[in-house]
Nanobody
């Protein structure tokens, strides 16, 4: 199964954007991002029920992860965007196909099924 993140584009600093992707099943899921020349980094994660989210410190208070009521779509609401948020954003699923977020959730090697990602560009 390939996960296709969508909803990216160009936005001015301070603006908002919402990303989404189809969830393959009731697994824990996450968002990572990769800026040019940088390593892939954790953004946010959520368990199968859609509660107890986790966030990177850099996005805490600005980004919000959620799932719809059927648990089949994953969202990332991004507010107060900054130029440093510019990156390709990927949705991903727990490589162990667990329902709950694992302890080592910031490690990209613990997630898989990355898909192509969607580019978010924040202009200053």
């Amino acid at each position: 199964v390939q996960l296709q993140a969508c909803g990216g584009g160009l936005v001015q600093a301070g603006g908002s954007m919402r990303l989404s992707c189809a969830a393959p099943d009731w697994y824990a899921m996450g968002w990572f991002r990769q800026a040019p020349g940088k390593e892939r980094e954790f953004v946010s994660a959520i368990n199968w029920r859609g509660d107890r989210p986790r966030y990177a410190d850099s996005v805490k208070g600005r980004f919000s992860i959620s799932r719809d009521s059927t648990k089949t779509r994953l969202f990332l609401q991004m507010n107060s965007l900054k130029p440093e948020d510019t990156a390709v954003y990927y949705c991903t699923v727990d490589s162990g196909r667990g329902r709950y977020i694992i302890e080592d959730y910031t490690n990209p090697n613990k997630w898989d099924t990355w898909g192509q990602g969607t580019l978010v560009t924040v202009s200053s």
